[in-house]
């Protein structure tokens, strides 16, 4: 049988007994070596993406850099590949379908957006334009919606359910596929938010969340780490930068790396396939 195309093979991935794990990457070599430990797919951070190419996040990262960075990620992975694409970069639709279009080109089956502090009415034209964007490249694009009612405590906290799951309804209305309700960690929430809304739920690593286990039986359909990993490894770097800056020397610089001829040996040569 032939394998599904990557696009319905992002699909399929969300619908599996577990919810999909999806550790985030930054650049094509976390994605590379994300995808040699087994991912089914790739997600990438646009807060990672922006810090790796020297802009901070929200908003500012030059389109032609992000776009340039998800081609690198598609050369040296063989995976399905989503991308964080924060508000789309506009808030003209138009321009937002066209940014779209160009992701879908550089080899993305699934994006990111959010809504922020914007009207969800907006977002819902932009939902429209990226699933009209992509149907006209032939791909049935995973569009995974970002909802900061409770990240940025939008409504009283006894609203905060009601209030995302009524965007919710204007979302899937829109076209959307999946439902990313940031920063949401109760489980009567959680279940909630699962059971009120077709779309299916992604959920971001945070504190006090529950385990996979208990997110997949509260209708859980996805789980994925945003911007943590490269977060803690800028902790690291910076305990290592500042031993050997003071010191001269940092034993963990040398015991705790990874072997030159591994890393080297992982990332493919030109013209290679990815993993």
């Given at each position: ?94 321009a937002v379908g066209a940014a779209v279009a160009r992701f879908v080109d550089a080899g993305a089956v699934g994006i990111n957006l959010q809504d922020g502090a914007a009207a969800p009415e907006l977002l819902c034209r932009k939902i429209g334009a990226a699933r009209a964007a992509a149907g006209r490249a032939g791909v ?136």
């Amino acid at each position: 049988m032939d394998a599904l195309p990557m696009d319905a093979t992002f699909h399929a991935l969300h619908r599996q007994p577990q919810p999909l794990i999806l550790t985030n990457a930054w650049d094509a070599g976390s994605a590379r070596l994300i995808a040699s430990l087994g991912a089914p797919a790739i997600a990438t951070t646009s807060a990672g993406v922006a810090w790796s190419l020297g802009y901070r996040d929200g908003d500012v990262l030059p389109l032609d850099e992000h776009v340039a960075c998800v081609r690198r990620i598609r050369r040296v992975t063989g995976v399905p590949l989503t991308v964080d694409i924060e508000s789309g970069y506009s808030d003209d639709p138009a321009a937002v379908g066209a940014a779209v279009a160009r992701f879908v080109d550089a080899g993305a089956v699934g994006i990111n957006l959010q809504d922020g502090a914007a009207a969800p009415e907006l977002l819902c034209r932009k939902i429209g334009a990226a699933r009209a964007a992509a149907g006209r490249a032939g791909v049935n694009l995973y569009i995974n919606i970002r909802c900061d009612v409770f990240a940025r405590q939008l409504v009283p906290a006894g609203a905060q359910v009601g209030e995302t799951l009524r965007r919710a309804h204007l979302y899937r209305e829109a076209g959307a596929n999946g439902l990313f309700p940031l920063a949401v960690t109760d489980p009567a929430d959680i279940a909630e938010l699962a059971a009120g809304t077709d779309l299916l739920l992604n959920v971001i690593a945070w504190p006090g969340l529950p385990p996979v286990a208990e997110l997949a039986a509260l209708g859980v359909r996805r789980v994925s780490t945003g911007s943590w990993l490269p977060q803690a490894l800028w902790a690291h770097a910076s305990r290592l930068v500042r031993e050997f800056t003071t010191h001269g020397r940092s034993p963990a610089l040398v015991d705790e790396a990874e072997a030159y001829a591994t890393i080297n040996g992982l990332l493919p040569a030109a013209g290679q396939p990815g993993l």
